[in-house]
């Protein structure tokens, strides 16, 4: 059983930056893929990046693609969603979660969860 705690959400101003991190409290991720979804009020939980922990490759919902990035710090068994010129419809709940089978942008492709942390971005 993977448990993940995620850190570093809050309150910013539109154009702001801020940068979430992605951790575990057992085990190790070396053999997990990555992903980092979100969810609106009233909305479903929507994918926003993903990475396999043994691969450089990186994928993004459209919305983010030149605005965040996904990375990893082996050493500190991380993940990092670095999220640049944010955008008031970036407002959400962000959620880390792993897969040990497979990445891809559905909610059913990962098997744990994070318990989320609000961002919020002011006009």
């Known amino acids: 059983q993977v448990q993940l705690v995620e850190s570093g959400g809050g309150l910013v101003q539109a154009g702001g930056s801020l940068t979430l991190s992605c951790t575990t409290s057992?085990?190790?991720?070396?053999?997990?893929?990555m992903g980092w979804f979100r969810q609106a009020p009233e909305k479903e939980r929507e994918f926003v990046a993903a990475?396999?922990?043994?691969?450089?490759?990186?994928y993004y919902v459209d919305s983010v693609k030149g605005r965040f990035t996904l990375s990893r710090n082996n050493a500190k068994n991380t993940v990092y969603l670095q999220m640049n010129s944010l955008k008031p419809e970036d407002t959400a709940v962000y959620y880390c979660a792993a897969s040990n089978t497979r990445i891809g942008r559905g909610v059913a492709d990962y098997n744990y969860w994070g318990q989320g942390t609000q961002v919020t971005v002011s006009s």
């Open positions: 990475m396999w922990w043994t691969s450089s490759s990186t």
């Open positions: 057992n085990g190790a991720l070396s053999s997990y893929g």
